[in-house]
């Protein structure tokens, strides 16, 4: 008896394997090898770009892929792939406009043959794919290419006033963020309003709007910001909280209170802080990636976010992505390091460094950084143009000789590594399964950190391949393919003139300098530098200025000329708001 028992149990127990089995498709990595495979087996590829934290994603996970007619269809026809996105940076860089999940069907030879974002109901899909199978004919170029060389200066001014109607064209003035169905804010958006509010002041009114409305996808129950809300306004909220979209809004938190003196807008980066302190911290290093939209994967929690803390615990926590990606965690580190400065905790200096810290000892691989721990095929232009960023960043936070080391070598290698030769810089450097290419978003952020780099470390070759990536953003042929990119404006602005430089002169004690690197580090404006000089420091060109004092002092200057000296930190602070932030 017992061993019928044993065999009849064997038997259910087979059964639900095989069923278990079958409940998705086979699926396969997308890996450097997948399209020879498919040539092989005369087969076509789909690619499955998900993420963790994506509701739509859990949903054609369960309603769509699980169904049997698509996972016979897929297994028989086609090689099936599924990637995180969050992970795989070369595939997210060149698909990231397509959303989560985004659905991607190659021919063997690579050719695209459709590019789907969002959900795609089982029945749709399937007809999708039986006309491909049966007509595979490949999609046009993704990535357009256009010669830099071309560019002249007229074209350029030609091209930002075309920007500059894209950026005006994009505003909602009455309730803020984008006229269009998604309300969040986009920092680069941000970034430029901000810096020009002087000269057009609705900017100065769509900034306060957009600040106080965001309050609609700020989590009053936990801290932290939600990615976006649809609808057009911002009361239909998706849940997800990604950790990158912290730190872009505690910068802008920190930017917009140290500018108007709004309290909450602090509040509000503090609270992201808690957040991410509760959720996110690996106790191990770093931060995690992302906590879900869901409580129960695919099932939208709408109810579940309108409950308080106490209510929300006793029903259980979204799932935690717990990957610690080198990108999010550099531009978080970034934000930590503003905050320190803004608010004045030295807690958050703390935590920047030794999030950095943890990263060069984590992530570093020769003299680059890889993204994960887990995806090292190919090192990515995102996260070492954010580690830079940040390094550049701590050492002005900290004057640790080290951080400027390290920024120092990585300019370096990202400069020779990833300069295409063709106007832009590749979005990715190793192995992957396609080619890789340009991503705009990232080619602006190295513009403008290569510019900066020029001056930063007085090597001015770098501020070249910043140039020919603005000329080659700006050529009709890739303007014709943009929305709106208010970046590419302030990239231009920048190259055309060096930024200002504060200067403190250490003469006797160091009593100045806490103050002064919170007031210079919480300046809001990224194109701005300060340094601190002592006898053995002060550079050339600055020592008959540097004797001319007994006194500690502090100046504004640029390669050609210094402010009269201020000799406290309010004087200076006032002036400096008022002499650089009217550029």
Same mark, same amino acid.
Request: charged share 25%.
């Given at each position: ?17 095989? #069923?278990?089995?079958?409940?998705? =498709? ?27 934290? !994506?509701?739509? !994603? ?5 309603? *769509? ?15 099936? !792939? ?10 997210? +860089? ?8 985004? @659905? ?12 789907? $974002? ?11 794919? /039986? ?8 999609? +046009? ?24 109607? %894209? ?115 690996? $106790? @191990? ?10 409580? #129960?994967?695919?099932?939208?929690? /709408? ?9 929300? #615990? ?16 550099? /531009? ?11 608010? &004045? ?7 920047? *460094? @030794? ?16 993204? &994960? ?13 954010? %580690? ?38 590749? @979005? ?31 090597? =001015?070759?770098?501020?070249?391949? &910043? ?19 208010? &970046? ?11 930024? #200002? ?11 100045? *300098? ?45 390669? +050609? ?23």
């Amino acid at each position: 008896m017992k061993k019928a028992n044993a065999s009849l149990y064997l038997f259910f127990l087979l059964i639900s394997i095989n #069923i278990k089995a079958l409940d998705h =498709p086979k699926w396969s990595r997308f890996d450097s090898e997948i399209f020879a495979k498919a040539k092989k087996e005369n087969k076509l590829v789909l690619l499955h770009l998900r993420a963790n934290w !994506c509701h739509w !994603c859990h949903v054609m996970e369960e309603k *769509t892929y699980a169904l049997p007619k698509i996972i016979s269809y897929l297994n028989k026809n086609y090689i099936a !792939c599924m990637e995180d996105h969050d992970e795989r940076q070369d595939l997210t +860089s060149l698909y990231s406009d397509y959303g989560w999940p985004a @659905t991607i069907v190659f021919d063997g030879n690579g050719n695209e043959l459709m590019k789907e $974002p969002g959900y795609i109901p089982a029945d749709e899909l399937l007809e999708k794919l /039986q006309a491909l199978k049966k007509k595979p004919v490949p999609l +046009s170029k993704g990535r357009v290419e256009a010669d830099y060389k071309t560019t002249t200066e007229s074209s350029i001014k030609n091209s930002l006033n075309e920007l500059k109607k %894209m950026f005006n064209n994009s505003l909602d003035r009455e309730t803020g963020g984008f006229n269009f169905g998604q309300k969040y804010i986009e920092f680069d958006t941000f970034e430029y309003a901000f810096t020009h509010f002087k000269t057009d002041t609705s900017l100065k009114k769509w900034l306060k709007i957009t600040v106080d409305n965001s309050t609609g996808i700020y989590d009053n129950a936990w801290g932290g910001v939600y990615q976006y809300s649809t609808n057009n306004d911002w009361n239909h909220v998706h849940f997800e909280k990604l950790l990158f979209i912290q730190a872009r809004y505690i910068k802008m938190y920190c930017w917009y209170y140290k500018l108007f003196g709004d309290v909450e807008a602090l509040k509000k980066a503090e609270g992201i802080v808690k957040y991410v302190n509760r959720f996110l911290k690996s $106790p @191990t290093g770093g931060y995690y990636n992302a906590q879900d939209a869901d409580l #129960i994967p695919g099932e939208k929690a /709408q109810d579940y976010f309108e409950l308080n803390d106490v209510e929300r #615990i006793k029903k259980g926590i979204p799932a935690i992505d717990k990957s610690v990606y080198t990108s999010d965690n550099a /531009q978080y580190a970034e934000a930590l390091t503003i905050l320190w400065a803004t608010s &004045g905790n030295d807690v958050y200096l703390k935590d920047a *460094t @030794t999030t950095v810290d943890f990263i060069k000892t984590k992530r570093k691989q020769n003299n680059t950084y890889m993204h &994960g721990e887990n995806y090292s095929a190919t090192t990515s232009l995102k996260d070492n143009s954010a %580690m830079l960023k940040t390094l550049m960043l701590l050492y002005r936070a900290t004057q640790n000789e080290l951080y400027h080391k390290e920024a120092k070598q990585l300019i370096k290698e990202i400069a020779s590594n990833f300069n295409s030769g063709k106007g832009y810089f590749y @979005t990715y450097i190793g192995n992957s399964a396609i080619k890789s290419t340009y991503n705009v978003s990232e080619n602006i952020d190295i513009a403008r950190l290569l510019n900066y780099a020029s001056h930063f470390f007085y090597e =001015p070759e770098y501020k070249k391949p &910043g140039q020919e990536i603005i000329n080659f953003l700006t050529t009709e042929t890739v303007l014709n393919t943009l929305s709106t990119e208010p &970046g590419i404006l302030s990239a231009a602005e920048e190259l055309s003139y060096e930024p #200002i430089n504060a200067a403190l002169m250490l003469k006797k004690d160091e009593s100045l *300098t806490p103050d002064y690197l919170r007031e210079t580090i919480a300046f809001p404006r990224f194109y701005f530098n300060s340094v601190i000089y002592n006898k053995e420091t002060v550079i050339e060109d600055k020592k008959d200025l540097f004797d001319s004092f007994e006194d500690n002092f502090m100046v504004l200057c640029t390669s +050609s000329y210094c402010s009269s000296p201020l000799f406290n930190i309010k004087d200076f602070t006032e002036f400096m708001y008022k002499r650089v932030l009217e550029k």
